[in-house]
């Protein structure tokens, strides 16, 4: 059972470089989610999506967009990478939002220098 | 403003210990709560939920949680660590979205 999948595991860009982040689920789920974990910070919500062709923002939406093309792909891009955006990025998807259970990728450690 | 609030940064307890991680919210109504678990390297696992009903939960790998509306808390507990339960723990509540707390760090000595 693969439940959700995040490619690549580790980047490193240098600043103003792009790149894009995968995210695969196998569940048939409706809500996909984007966040970033820092220390001390707990996890922040970036985008989310609620079905194919929708994206909406989250806590900390700037510098990132976010396409959901197919129900079990939603992708993260950074147009230009900086510094702050140094990060262990995690996807989630759900079966319903709100109160939904999540269930999470391995993540995704980018650097940016 | 919707907030979780993790007060225990990092706890280190012994093996065969009872652990108890703090977790309070700040919400107008009664949200639907969650412990997450994440191992070093790994995305994060659900551990329990609780929506409604019984206020003890039971979940995966021997962890309970008790929610206090009293008190706005949903502490998790584990009568008796395991080396293996060497984890970050993270408190979550659902509103309209998935807030999660800061988490708690958990050593755990042999």
């Known amino acids: 059972n693969a439940g959700v999948t995040q490619t690549p595991k580790f980047r490193v860009l240098k600043t103003g470089q792009s790149m894009t982040l995968l995210c695969a689920q196998d569940?048939?789920?409706?809500?996909m989610y984007w966040y970033r974990q820092d220390p001390g910070m707990g996890l922040r919500l970036i985008h989310y999506?609620?079905?194919?062709?929708?994206?909406a923002k989250g806590e900390v939406p700037d510098g990132y967009n976010v396409s959901r093309l197919k129900k079990q792909n939603f992708l993260l891009g950074l147009e230009s990478a900086a510094p702050s955006q140094t990060s262990v990025y995690f996807c989630?998807?759900?079966?319903?939002?709100?109160?939904?259970?999540?269930?999470f990728g391995a993540g995704t450690r980018l650097s940016v220098l | 403003a919707q907030s979780v609030t993790q007060p225990d940064i990092h706890i280190t307890v012994s093996e065969g210990a009872s652990l108890e991680l703090r977790c309070n919210y700040s919400?107008?109504?009664?949200?639907?709560l969650f412990w997450y678990v994440q191992s070093p390297g790994q995305g994060l696992q659900l551990l329990l939920k609780?929506?409604?009903?019984?206020?003890l939960v039971q979940g995966i790998k021997g962890f309970e949680a008790e929610f206090k509306r009293s008190q706005s808390s949903f502490n998790l507990r584990k009568p008796s660590v395991h080396w293996s339960d060497a984890a970050e723990y993270f408190c979550?509540?659902?509103?309209?979205?998935?807030?999660f707390g800061t988490g708690t760090r958990l050593q755990v000595f042999p």
């Open positions: 919400y107008g109504a009664t949200p639907y």
């Open positions: 979550a509540v659902a509103f309209d979205k998935l807030i």
């Open positions: 569940m048939n789920h409706e809500y």
């Open positions: 999506s609620v079905g194919e062709g929708t994206t």
């Open positions: 989630a998807s759900s079966y319903e939002g709100g109160p939904g259970i999540q269930y």
């Open positions: 609780y929506f409604s009903g019984d206020t």
